[in-house]
């Protein structure tokens, strides 16, 4: 998974500023382009209307030109990092997909007010929609990080087979933290909670995929996954949750729904859900 490009979906909101910071400081670690894209309230196909078609379509025009202002003075406060800049019309899950797709994207950063309340154009909606339709690593900052240091992570799992790829794409992009790796599935009480022995043996394998770094293995009870996952984190200081969301292999066993996205909600520890496409497969 290749981290030279890091994209941060941006409305100029303060939680997007905390998202951009965090970003910027994530692709001076990876010797990586940051690409900024602002989604505005404009049609979709602007680019290929003429002049004198946008000409019918002056709020849109003013939108854009506010738009530009702003990204430039973006662009001129990270002076030093390669920057990429683009707005565009649409909606922000399917504009941010798309720019994912066709920009080889590795890390999408995005801020959330969560359940907040705050009505600001990023209130958790988007951010849960990016994080279920965008096929790629999403990152969400809740609260403004004063350094990205990720030497403590969390990631909850049933710990089944299909989990091993998405485990070792998120070990991938926080090897260079060098970080301390909590291993943690979350069992309600329910008669759907594997037997102990079970899930310890599970997890016992992917603390072997964990090397050369610590890692340490916990079973944490809790009458919610999501709830418990949290708290487990809370508890470890961790400072971030990482979580599969890949297509192929959903936690349906464990979070059923929209857990995931309810995680991203509710988390103020930032959390990195991974997804990521397939390799195409060969026409027979």
């Known amino acids: ?36 894209l602002n989604c505005l309230d404009i049609p979709e196909n602007w680019d290929a209307l003429t002049s004198q078609e946008q000409a019918q379509w002056p709020e849109a025009r003013q939108l854009i030109y506010n ?21 565009r019309g649409g909606k922000v899950a399917q504009e941010v997909a798309r720019y ?10 995005m801020g959330s007010h969560g359940a907040s309340g705050k009505s600001e154009y990023f209130i958790g909606s988007n951010t849960q929609k990016v994080v279920r339709e965008v096929h790629c690593p999403v990152l969400v900052i809740k609260e403004p990080l004063s350094e990205v240091n990720f030497d403590k992570v969390v990631f909850a799992s049933n710990f089944n087979e299909s989990e091993r790829e998405p485990f070792l794409h998120f070990k991938e992009i926080l090897k260079h933290f060098m970080p301390e790796f909590h291993l943690v599935e979350i069992h309600t009480s329910s008669l ?19 090397a050369p770094f610590s890692c340490k293995t916990h079973i944490h009870r809790n009458f919610s996954v999501e709830r418990g996952i949290r708290a487990f984190a809370e508890e470890v200081g961790a400072k971030l949750i990482g979580i599969s969301n890949h297509n192929r292999h959903p936690l349906k066993r464990m979070l059923a729904g929209s857990n995931v996205e309810a995680l991203v909600n509710h988390s103020n520890i930032p959390v990195l859900s991974i ?5 195409a497969e060969t026409p027979e």
């Open 275 to 279: 997804d990521y496409e397939e390799a």
């Open 67 to 87: 738009a530009q202002i702003l990204l430039a003075d973006l662009n001129r406060r990270y002076s030093d990092m390669d920057i990429t800049t683009s707005c």
């Open 192 to 210: 759907l909670d594997p037997p102990y022995i079970l899930s310890q043996e599970a997890m016992d394998e992917f603390r072997a995929l964990c």
């Open 100 to 109: 994912t797709k066709n920009n080889g994207i590795g890390l999408v950063v």
């Open 1 to 36: 998974m290749s981290m030279k490009s890091i994209l941060v979906p941006t409305d100029f909101s303060a939680c997007a500023y905390q998202a951009t910071e965090a970003a910027t400081q994530l692709a001076r670690r990876f010797n990586a382009r940051l690409h900024l």
